[in-house]
């Protein structure tokens, strides 16, 4: 067999899984740290159930991805130990083969996490493809209100723990149990949820935004105010309705 004929026939073998996301969906990628339940635990020790070091790392692996995968991301979401990505809905890189998005994206983020942390931790991923724009505001609604619910969460089980139980008994404490059960147990032990950090309860954005910087201009040795466009952590994003719209004018403002 001829080397074309044989790489022809070859090929249908390594292709046959390769899937697309099609025209005018929009692109959605989510990755997850892999067992960081023990990273965090029991290999490095992370504050819990939030700890700031922890949450500039994963902001960190956001920006890495948002200025260096090659794809045009407009918005970055990070909590607990995931990432969602929206895509800009021009993007065509890699033919949005979903192989190559999954590959690629996990690859870079459980590098760039590796290196802050100084040792290996890997990332997977997964594409969300999303039919119209209701679909894309209900999917960051969505992540946001799993934030809200793992924060409560997180916080009722360690203050649970400091009161002296083990795991299983934490555990089996909260479960089944409804959000205003979790907030009353916080407030009786001193402890407003609502006054706790917005960042924990809903989340980090990561997004362009445009800033003015002061400069001289060499030539006339007077002030100059230029725009430059750099990447921007948001610790306080906004709630509900106001998210909704906020996610949305991120592809408003591309289109
Ligand atoms: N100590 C600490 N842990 C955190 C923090 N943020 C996230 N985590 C932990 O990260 C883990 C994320 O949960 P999962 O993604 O469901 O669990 P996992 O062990 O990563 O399992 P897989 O994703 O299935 O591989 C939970 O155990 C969280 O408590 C933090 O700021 N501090
Ligand atoms: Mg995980």
Same mark, same amino acid.
């Given at each position: 067999? %001829?080397?074309?004929?044989?790489? /022809?026939?070859?090929?249908?073998?390594?292709?046959?899984?390769?899937? *697309?996301?099609?025209?005018?969906?929009?692109?959605?990628?989510?990755?997850?740290?892999?067992?960081?339940? @023990?990273?965090? /635990?029991?290999?490095?020790?992370?504050?819990?159930?939030?700890?700031?070091?922890? %949450?500039?790392?994963?902001?960190?692996?956001?920006?890495?991805?948002?200025?260096?995968?090659?794809?045009?991301?407009?918005?970055? *979401?990070?909590?607990?130990?995931?990432?969602?990505?929206?895509?800009?809905?021009?993007?065509?890189?890699? +033919?949005?083969?979903? @192989? /190559?998005?999954?590959?690629?994206?996990?690859?870079?983020?459980?590098?760039?996490?590796?290196?802050?942390? +100084?040792?290996?931790?890997?990332?997977?991923?997964?594409?969300?493809?999303?039919?119209?724009?209701?679909?894309?505001?209900?999917?960051?609604?969505?992540?946001?209100?799993?934030?809200? %619910?793992?924060?409560?969460?997180?916080?009722? *089980?360690?203050?649970?723990?400091?009161?002296?139980?083990?795991?299983?008994?934490?555990?089996?404490?909260?479960? +089944?149990?409804?959000?205003?059960?979790?907030?009353?147990?916080?407030?009786?032990?001193?402890?407003?949820?609502?006054?706790?950090?917005?960042?924990?309860?809903?989340?980090?954005?990561? *997004?362009?935004?445009?800033?003015?910087?002061? +400069?001289?201009?060499?030539?006339?040795?007077?002030?100059?105010?230029?725009?430059? @466009?750099?990447?921007?952590?948001?610790?306080?994003?906004?709630?509900?309705?106001?998210?909704?719209?906020?996610?949305?004018?991120?592809?408003?403002?591309?289109?």
């Amino acid at each position: 067999m %001829r080397f074309n004929e044989f790489d /022809k026939m070859m090929r249908v073998y390594e292709e046959s899984l390769d899937q *697309y996301i099609l025209p005018d969906m929009y692109i959605v990628a989510r990755l997850d740290g892999r067992s960081f339940t @023990r990273l965090t /635990k029991e290999i490095c020790k992370f504050e819990a159930p939030f700890d700031v070091r922890f %949450r500039d790392m994963m902001t960190g692996t956001v920006k890495a991805l948002m200025e260096s995968s090659g794809f045009r991301i407009v918005y970055g *979401y990070s909590e607990s130990d995931e990432i969602s990505l929206l895509f800009h809905p021009e993007d065509n890189a890699f +033919g949005r083969k979903v @192989r /190559k998005l999954n590959t690629t994206l996990a690859g870079e983020a459980s590098a760039a996490f590796s290196l802050m942390l +100084g040792r290996a931790a890997t990332f997977d991923c997964r594409i969300v493809p999303l039919p119209n724009l209701k679909r894309v505001e209900d999917y960051f609604a969505w992540r946001q209100e799993d934030s809200h %619910r793992n924060s409560l969460n997180a916080h009722c *089980y360690w203050l649970l723990r400091k009161e002296g139980m083990n795991k299983d008994e934490a555990t089996r404490e909260l479960s +089944g149990k409804s959000l205003a059960y979790k907030n009353e147990l916080l407030f009786q032990h001193g402890i407003n949820y609502n006054d706790l950090p917005a960042w924990q309860k809903r989340g980090q954005g990561v *997004y362009y935004r445009n800033v003015q910087k002061e +400069g001289v201009d060499p030539r006339t040795n007077t002030k100059v105010i230029t725009e430059r @466009r750099e990447l921007y952590t948001d610790l306080e994003l906004p709630l509900g309705t106001e998210y909704r719209k906020f996610v949305l004018k991120f592809l408003e403002d591309e289109i």
